[in-house]
């Protein structure tokens, strides 16, 4: 695979995924996963983002993407619980290594990020986004709508509204989703489309709640989740996300989960998501043939409790990776 010359100068290597406890039969992501320069296609493509300058709480996220990453160490070919073995389904991985992020420049990070996930999606790659802060959704979603002929339906799991106008007059983490809305020339996201699942705590704000019920957004709280069960809920996400589509983009923010999936990140959450949860979902929402990428956001190693967040985080990339090899076997990926 070749991407053109002034967007490979973007990329910085990444670090690499390690080996864990050796055992003859065990097939180890470090096993899997390619150089993307050495490989002639792939399905998932790994792209960090080590940005967090659009935090406004607690920063530490831009650790994230070589934080799962080396978490990643600990993961293996197959999954008993969704019987899903890696290395039978043919399923080709590769690390496309870092985002160069400029760290006193939102917007040309930003741009940055565009015009590298652009270009791995006319390669035919699906990415695996690995942040970063939440304000990368911005240009993960747009890249996605460059290369997309019709509209595009976003799902989106956090414990947050993100629908703010700004945060003291700048662009943040709370702000990329009313960017997708009303930036994105042509308006290709629909807000019938969006859906925001785990919303929760007293960290939100009620007028941002009102411009949702205008627009027509879904927004389904935490407190609903645990309520209805995750699978009704994400049946109703996807029924309402891929009406009318062309591709479909997942964005989960990791403090979507309650603190103890997750308390090495930006804002924990009590009362948000179980691990499973969010596992499911994205299992779920992956295998939806309209699928055509994830990020996975705000894992913050420097604010984490012996790694979890991270292997969390982990845990929902190979939950990713696991869900795209079903949908390969069955030949909707």
């Not at 009102?210 to 989740?225: F, L, P, T």
């Amino acid at each position: 695979m070749k991407l053109p010359a002034d967007i490979e100068r973007l990329i910085l290597p990444p670090a690499p995924v390690g080996k864990f406890v050796p055992d003859e039969y065990d097939i180890e992501m470090s096993d899997l996963i390619d150089d993307w320069h050495k490989a002639d296609h792939a399905d998932v493509g790994i792209i960090g983002i080590p940005f967090d300058t659009g935090v406004v709480i607690r920063r530490g996220c831009r650790f994230g993407p070589d934080g799962v990453r080396t978490a990643l160490a600990m993961s293996t070919s197959y999954e008993p619980g969704v019987d899903v073995d890696l290395v039978s389904s043919g399923i080709k991985i590769v690390d496309f290594g870092n985002v160069d992020a400029m760290f006193t420049d939102l917007k040309e990070t930003h741009r940055r990020v565009e015009a590298v996930i652009t270009e791995v999606y006319k390669l035919g790659v699906t990415p695996l986004i690995l942040g970063g802060d939440h304000s990368l959704a911005y240009p993960d979603i747009k890249a996605l709508t460059n290369v997309t002929n019709g509209n595009v339906g976003v799902i989106m799991i956090d414990g947050h509204l993100d629908l703010r106008i700004s945060h003291h007059g700048e662009i943040s983490s709370g702000t990329p989703f009313r960017r997708m809305l009303e930036e994105i020339p042509g308006q290709p996201v629909r807000p019938e489309n969006f859906v925001e699942i785990g919303i929760n705590g007293w960290h939100n704000n009620a007028f941002y709640m009102d411009y949702a019920r205008k627009k027509g957004i879904r927004v389904i709280s935490a407190r609903e989740v645990h309520q209805r069960g995750i699978e009704d809920v994400v049946d109703e996400a996807l029924t309402r996300a891929t009406d009318g589509v062309k591709a479909l983009f997942l964005s989960f923010d990791i403090d979507g989960l309650d603190m103890a999936a997750a308390p090495g990140t930006c804002a924990p959450n009590p009362g948000g998501l179980t691990a499973y949860q969010g596992l499911e979902a994205v299992w779920r929402i992956c295998q939806h043939p309209l699928c055509r990428g994830i990020d996975i956001v705000e894992v913050a190693p420097p604010l984490d409790v012996l790694g979890l967040t991270s292997m969390m985080g982990a845990a929902l990339a190979m939950h990713f990776i696991g869900a795209r090899a079903k949908a390969k076997t069955a030949g909707g990926g």
